[in-house]
């Protein structure tokens, strides 16, 4: 296919390009599925409805997102889980696409394959010229996502078939009378409401902490302040940090280039044994710190390759270790090291009972200021006015500019929010032309616009009238205070005309389809641990039923992906560990 498709097969700087992107994918890149799971890149996983998945089709998925992050161990694991739970449904979908009679002809997948706003793999490709680039795609998809171009052509294939069936599903989603009169009322009442924010940022200068009161905190708030230490862990605490030095030969897949870069590379550890290492690497190394003779920054032992990682670990400044991976043949000396250091929580408690007792205080002044206000408004039925008459009485009672810089009613303003509804701000309006060709759905209802999440707050806007139009109560917005006042409201017309009930009853539609199918669109484009109800109930089913056979007795990556079919499959996909 790819012969056939000859999409803008450029000059050299192609090669050059790509020979760059590999090396950069080599040195800082983790290990690929098969070097993990110590089995063949054949190596069955699964099968779905007949058709088997192998390491080459986990590949794909993997490397493409897991590819460029540090991780070892249970964290691999997790990853390739998720990698191939996701090629699991994505070959369910196109097989459920082919029983409804929907097929895929080479023109549709031509088209496929070079849309960047569809084909995931290659959205970063385009820039160069804005054209498809046939020598980066054939290099892009032997090296870096380590699979061979049929292999790749056909799980895409499969992709484009899962997102026609994901298409077909969606339209024949329907919606009643009564739900376009429901839709009508989220979509268009609207309120904008005015607010004065309590912010602890502007309060905190208002507040004094005295050392006496430093020491009776301490005395009072042990466990607390051991707490905070705790999940503040990562402030008091420096990892052991090393500083390397390296010669890099890359191992080309050719059979010829590759005995002469064996060659380099025995060459390499016998001058090292006489001559000065870091003359060697100037020579010799491949990487991006030739100029630098191979002088690597300092790192912590997690960001550093794991291969390198396990090699010099715990072993003295000098050593030099032989390091070789899938991408590399390496020479590494341990040029410095640091320690790791840890301030024990004697040595910060002070520091941090000074901030708790700060907050404390901070909170209490805010919710003192807010209540005033409260009651205030109550009386003059304005947030404006309120605020402007304690204003007006701390300037009447000040002396001088000091006292007015001082005093906390001249750092309160009032806000403005603009209008909103419950279903949330229509995020395409707000950033749409920064993503063109994606669609950005809507922020969630409860994100009240400049005051912050608050289900509380979001659903009491609307129960607020013109006759009265104050919220009764103080609302908690992170560390803020919140006291708000309707502004304005606006009411769906009675009567939509006939274009804007057509023009509801499509939007419901969507509406409801994405309620429905969740995030089914979003098993093409990367591993999660939540596909939606309808993607997850199908795959659980599919378990269930045989259609997803898992070969979980011999491999742990299967074995994983059937524990996330049972009632309760905690897993982090971003972090790959537990939850």
């Known amino acids: 296919?790819?012969?056939?498709?000859?999409?803008?097969?450029?000059?050299?700087?192609?090669?050059?390009?790509?020979?760059?992107?590999?090396?950069?994918?080599?040195?800082?890149?983790?290990?690929?599925?098969?070097?993990?799971?110590?089995?063949?890149?054949?190596?069955?996983?699964?099968?779905?409805?007949?058709?088997?998945?192998?390491?080459?089709?986990?590949?794909?998925?993997?490397?493409?997102?897991?590819?460029?992050?540090?991780?070892?161990?249970?964290?691999?694991?997790?990853?390739?889980?998720?990698?191939?739970?996701?090629?699991?449904?994505?070959?369910?979908?196109?097989?459920?696409?082919?029983?409804?009679?929907?097929?895929?002809?080479?023109?549709?997948?031509?088209?496929?394959?070079?849309?960047?706003?569809?084909?995931?793999?290659?959205?970063?490709?385009?820039?160069?010229?804005?054209?498809?680039?046939?020598?980066?795609?054939?290099?892009?998809?032997?090296?870096?996502?380590?699979?061979?171009?049929?292999k790749y052509e056909d799980f895409k294939r499969n992709e484009l078939l899962a997102r026609k069936y994901i298409a077909m599903v969606d339209m024949q989603v329907n919606v009643t009378p009564q739900e376009i009169e429901e839709f009508n009322i989220l979509r268009n009442t609207e309120v904008n409401l005015d607010f004065v924010r309590f912010a602890a940022s502007e309060l905190k200068d208002q507040v004094q902490v005295t050392d006496e009161e430093i020491q009776q905190f301490i005395a009072e708030n042990k466990a607390e302040i051991t707490k905070n230490y705790e999940e503040n862990r990562s402030q008091y605490e420096e990892p052991e940090q090393v500083q390397i030095r390296r010669i890099f030969i890359t191992k080309p897949e050719d059979a010829t280039e590759l005995a002469a870069a064996t060659q380099r590379f025995e060459d390499a550890k016998r001058r090292v044994e006489n001559e000065s290492f870091a003359d060697v690497a100037g020579e010799l190394t491949e990487d991006y710190a030739k100029e630098k003779q191979g002088l690597m920054d300092w790192s912590t032992l997690d960001n550093l390759d794991q291969n390198i990682a396990q090699a010099i670990k715990d072993q003295p400044v000098g050593t030099v270790k032989e390091v070789t991976t899938d991408f590399a043949f390496m020479l590494v000396k341990v040029e410095d090291r640091k320690d790791a250091v840890k301030t024990p929580v004697e040595d910060v408690q002070d520091e941090i009972a000074r901030t708790l007792l700060q907050e404390k205080k901070v909170n209490e002044i805010a919710n003192n200021m807010a209540t005033e206000l409260l009651e205030k408004a109550k009386t003059t039925g304005s947030l404006q006015d309120a605020l402007a008459s304690f204003q007006t009485e701390a300037a009447e009672g000040e002396q001088g500019e000091e006292n007015s810089a001082a005093n906390p009613w001249n750092a309160i303003s009032v806000g403005t929010t603009g209008f909103f509804s419950l279903e949330g701000q229509d995020m395409a309006a707000m950033f749409g032309s920064q993503f063109p060709g994606m669609n950005l759905g809507r922020a969630p209802w409860d994100r009240i616009p400049d005051i912050g999440k608050s289900p509380e707050l979001a659903k009491d806007a609307f129960k607020l009238t013109e006759e009265k139009p104050l919220a009764e109560k103080i609302y908690n917005v992170n560390s803020d205070k919140i006291v708000a006042q309707l502004k304005e409201r606006k009411d769906p017309p009675a009567e939509p005309t006939p274009e804007q009930t057509l023009a509801l009853a499509e939007e419901a539609r969507q509406a409801k389809a994405s309620s429905l199918l969740g995030g089914a669109i979003t098993v093409l484009i990367q591993p999660s641990e939540d596909y939606g109800p309808w993607i997850e109930g199908m795959f659980k089913q599919s378990i269930h039923d045989k259609t997803i056979r898992l070969n979980s007795r011999k491999n742990a990556v299967a074995a994983r992906v059937q524990l996330m079919a049972e009632p309760k499959p905690a897993f982090n996909v971003e972090l790959g560990t537990d939850s």
């Open 1 to 150: 296919m790819l012969e056939q498709l000859r999409y803008s097969a450029k000059s050299g700087f192609s090669y050059i390009l790509v020979g760059v992107l590999i090396v950069i994918f080599a040195i800082s890149f983790g290990v690929p599925t098969d070097g993990c799971t110590g089995s063949a890149s054949s190596a069955k996983l699964a099968s779905v409805a007949g058709t088997s998945i192998t390491n080459d089709d986990l590949n794909i998925v993997y490397n493409r997102y897991f590819g460029g992050r540090q991780a070892e161990g249970e964290q691999v694991i997790f990853q390739q889980a998720a990698s191939l739970r996701m090629v699991a449904l994505t070959y369910l979908l196109a097989d459920k696409a082919k029983q409804a009679g929907l097929r895929v002809d080479d023109q549709e997948f031509r088209d496929y394959i070079v849309d960047p706003n569809r084909n995931m793999e290659f959205r970063f490709a385009y820039g160069q010229s804005g054209q498809f680039d046939g020598p980066f795609y054939k290099s892009y998809v032997q090296n870096q996502l380590r699979v061979s171009l049929p």
